[in-house]
């Protein structure tokens, strides 16, 4: 029978003494190490967003407040563009049908006017129907379209007073923005992205998202 001699005993407080010490200083190392991940996460990042009023294409209000508690892909554009903004809708709904595979229907896709002459509801509500089941689209008169586009920085050269007969040519930024629940901005997609790009980078900030606050 071993008996425990007071130098066993004291090399036993000794050694548990200093677990005691290192779990401490481990646990603040992982917190400040959870602090510093959050704050490069939410510094940073450009000011984009805001918020909006707008009307759905199935005539709902819909505001900023619409894209809370939701992860968002928001593209702006028109529905007379000949290819540009098909191909940017069609790439932002093929990248939201992969996600959807991985987490489920958490990515809302939205598409807004800036052609507000031209984009009643009816075209809008026909206009969407050619891309992914959950896209919303959004139009607004001129004034809304522009502070809408002003908070989000994005750029667009429709003439103020068109009316819908009328012939011009619209100019606007070529980007999809990614939102986070909160409405955040996280990062823009441009014409060089790819499908997968798209796919990759929200994944990853989904499950950064989830490690961070639990859910996604």
């Not at 290192?22 to 602090?35: P, V």
């Not at 928001?74 to 007379?80: D, M, P």
């Not at 229907?105 to 031209?118: L, N, T, W």
Request: aromatic share 14%; hydrophobic share 35%.
């Amino acid at each position: 029978m071993q008996v425990f001699t007071p130098k066993a005993a004291g090399l036993f407080i000794l050694a548990g003494t200093g677990l005691y010490f290192y779990f401490r200083w481990e646990k603040r190392r992982l917190q400040e190490q959870k602090q510093h991940e959050m704050e490069s996460r939410s510094t940073g990042r450009a000011h984009v967003g805001g918020p909006f009023e707008m009307t759905s294409h199935d005539g709902r209000r819909f505001t900023e407040k619409d894209l809370l508690g939701k992860w968002s892909l928001v593209y702006f554009g028109f529905t007379n563009c000949p290819d540009i903004c098909p191909e940017e809708l069609d790439k932002m709904s093929a990248a939201v049908t992969e996600l959807d595979k991985a987490f489920g229907p958490i990515v809302q896709p939205i598409f807004i006017s800036v052609d507000p002459a031209r984009d009643t509801l009816p075209q809008m509500a026909r206009y969407v129907g050619d891309f992914h089941p959950r896209l919303i689209g959004l139009v607004g008169d001129y004034l809304t379209t522009k502070a809408t586009c002003k908070a989000y920085r994005v750029y667009f050269s429709t003439p103020p007073n068109t009316k819908p007969g009328d012939d011009y040519l619209v100019d606007h930024s070529i980007f999809f923005y990614f939102m986070d629940p909160d409405g955040r901005f996280v990062d823009a997609f441009g014409k060089s992205s790819t499908e997968m790009d798209v796919v990759e980078r929200v994944k990853r900030e989904i499950e950064e998202w989830k490690a961070e606050k639990g859910r996604v």
